[in-house]
């Protein structure tokens, strides 16, 4: 099958230039909390690359703007990009924000030519969006994704060179789910160290043995590496689609209050597919004017309520925000989802042990409820990496899985360990005195003035025992912090983790 993909390089910059948050001519950057994941074309003229850690870009490039990864965002600025290509092809699907997919066979046959066509669909990107579009045209998905990258015609006969020589890593490309991608990084890392270094290694290998020896998604790497027609739920049976709607009373005007609705109807959708993959999902809303706007979205995988509520949420954020040339003309009354190209073969296994029971579902249920109740700012909190207990915790929104700093890597000046088990939101101002009623101080080389004997927390305490300091440098590229740390011991109840900076003692937590 030949199929066109439309590709923007960089969208995440792009996206943020588009809502006014950096200048289109500035280095920029986008980042997960651990490293760069985008980097724009005027930051790698300066020598900024991806997977750099933030502080190392800066130092390559002080004029380097951050901006952090909102997928929300990405997605949202996307819309007006498939809208434009809709000028020209009828049928578009979503592959990830920045990329979007749709069969060439027909439009060929009316603009001419695969290269008329590709143009055509540059063209009206760049009028109606402003973007700066790659098409690419072969034969199979991964194909047609590389050739994208390269602005690319592949004809049908020189795919198997063409993909021959791309490293085996060129397998991510085609995966658009976090769990696809996380199945497909195992695959490639067990890839290299069988020897195998390109994806014409991998097309060599017989399909019988890669299926035995890695399942389905050694199948469909082996698929995609040989330019095969590849279905984007793979199985063995199609089963058509799964259908699920709900009104909206009152109709919604604004993407935020639709929260509830679309992840109960996620739920919904998820429990009727019992674990089979989905090729595709159709967005679907109506108005109160009887209009009708429809989008799809690529899922390669079995279909789980969570991918289903972000491919929505971002959707209507996208329509609703004002960024879309084509909102929507009124109110929104239905939504609708539709679970496209759903197949059996592929059958969510469950685990041989430590399957979550009856209780569990009906608790998770029971927080989604309370959360559209109070609204998406219901919080837990998450264990990450970090130097000190106040930034090691992290509150993120339930069923949310955002980046977060690795706790295995290496934290310079991270406190000694136990953590205190309370920490205050705000902390407490004190006093901490030596033997002659000074006030104990802490100099930039960390070194303390005398020994604390006495800590003034709206009681007077006596020190029987203290450990430290511990000095604190952070953030020397913004605003520097700088301080130590000072856990000392009472006569009388528990520890206390202390800060000083600026010559101000901190109450920070409690050792209990």
């Known amino acids: 099958?030949?199929?066109?993909?439309?590709?923007?390089?960089?969208?995440?910059?792009?996206?943020?230039?588009?809502?006014?948050?950096?200048?289109?001519?500035?280095?920029?950057?986008?980042?997960?909390?651990?490293?760069?994941?985008?980097?724009?074309?005027?930051?790698?003229?300066?020598?900024?690359?991806?997977?750099?850690?933030?502080?190392?870009?800066?130092?390559?490039?002080?004029?380097?703007?951050?901006?952090?990864?909102?997928?929300?965002?990405?997605?949202?600025?996307?819309?007006?990009?498939?809208?434009?290509?809709?000028?020209?092809?009828?049928?578009?699907?979503?592959?990830?924000?920045?990329?979007?997919?749709?069969?060439?066979?027909?439009?060929?046959?009316?603009?001419?030519?695969?290269?008329?066509?590709?143009?055509?669909?540059?063209?009206?990107?760049?009028?109606?969006?402003?973007?700066?579009?790659?098409?690419?045209?072969?034969?199979?998905?991964l194909t047609a994704i590389l050739a994208a990258r390269a602005s690319a015609i592949v004809p049908a006969p020189d795919t198997a060179a063409f993909l021959a020589g791309h490293p085996v890593t060129a397998l991510r490309h085609g995966a658009m789910t976090r769990q696809s991608r996380e199945e497909v990084d195992a695959l490639v890392e067990v890839f290299g160290q069988l020897g195998l270094r390109t994806l014409g290694d991998v097309a060599a290998l017989p399909a019988a043995d890669v299926l035995a020896r890695f399942g389905d998604a050694g199948r469909r790497a082996h698929a995609l590496a040989r330019g095969a027609f590849?279905?984007?739920?793979?199985?063995?049976?199609?089963?058509?689609?799964?259908?699920?709607?709900?009104?909206?009373?009152?109709?919604?005007?604004?993407?935020?209050?639709?929260?509830?609705?679309?992840?109960?109807?996620?739920?919904?959708?998820?429990?009727?597919?019992?674990?089979?993959a989905c090729g595709r999902l159709r967005v679907t809303v109506r108005t109160t004017d009887g209009?009708?706007?429809?989008?799809?979205?690529?899922?390669?995988?079995?279909?789980?309520?969570?991918?289903v509520t972000d491919r929505v949420r971002w959707q209507l954020d996208g329509w609703l925000s004002g960024r879309s040339g084509v909102p929507p003309s009124a109110p929104l009354h239905l939504l609708e989802l539709a679970a496209e190209e759903v197949r059996g073969a592929l059958a969510g296994q469950e685990q041989l042990w430590g399957r979550p029971g009856r209780s569990a579902e009906a608790a998770q249920r029971?927080?989604?409820?309370?959360?559209?109740?109070?609204?998406?700012?219901?919080?837990?909190?998450?264990?990450?990496?970090?130097r000190d207990p106040r930034t090691r915790i992290r509150l993120v929104a339930w069923n949310d899985d955002p980046p977060l700093r690795r706790l295995d890597a290496p934290w310079p000046g991270q406190l000694p360990s136990p953590a205190p088990s309370t920490v205050y939101d705000t902390p407490r101002e004190v006093g901490v005195y030596d033997d002659a009623g000074r006030l104990v101080a802490v100099d930039d080389r960390g070194r303390i003035s005398a020994v604390p004997v006495r800590v003034v927390a709206g009681e007077d305490h006596a020190v029987v025992a203290w450990s430290g300091p511990w000095p604190i440098s952070e953030t020397w590229w913004s605003t520097p912090r700088r301080g130590a740390w000072l856990q000392v011991t009472p006569a009388e109840g528990p520890s206390m983790l202390l800060s000083t900076q600026g010559g101000t003692w901190l109450l920070e937590g409690l050792y209990d």
């Open 1 to 141: 099958m030949r199929l066109m993909v439309v590709w923007v390089p960089d969208w995440p910059v792009v996206a943020a230039v588009g809502e006014g948050l950096v200048a289109p001519a500035v280095p920029a950057a986008v980042h997960d909390g651990r490293g760069l994941v985008v980097v724009s074309a005027a930051a790698r003229v300066q020598g900024v690359r991806t997977g750099m850690r933030r502080r190392h870009a800066q130092r390559v490039c002080p004029e380097l703007v951050l901006l952090a990864k909102d997928e929300a965002r990405d997605a949202r600025a996307f819309e007006p990009v498939v809208q434009s290509v809709e000028e020209v092809v009828a049928e578009v699907a979503v592959l990830r924000p920045g990329m979007a997919l749709a069969e060439a066979a027909g439009p060929v046959r009316h603009a001419g030519s695969e290269e008329a066509l590709a143009e055509s669909v540059v063209g009206a990107v760049a009028r109606h969006s402003g973007a700066e579009a790659y098409v690419g045209i072969g034969q199979g998905l």
């Open 291 to 307: 209009a009708e706007l429809s989008r799809l979205w690529t899922i390669e995988s079995v279909l789980t309520a969570t991918e």
């Open 366 to 386: 029971t927080v989604v409820r309370l959360q559209g109740m109070i609204g998406t700012s219901a919080w837990r909190p998450v264990l990450q990496g970090g």
């Open 230 to 276: 590849v279905p984007t739920a793979p199985g063995a049976r199609l089963e058509g689609a799964v259908l699920v709607a709900r009104e909206l009373d009152p109709p919604l005007e604004r993407s935020d209050a639709a929260a509830f609705a679309t992840r109960t109807l996620a739920e919904d959708l998820a429990a009727r597919l019992s674990g089979r």
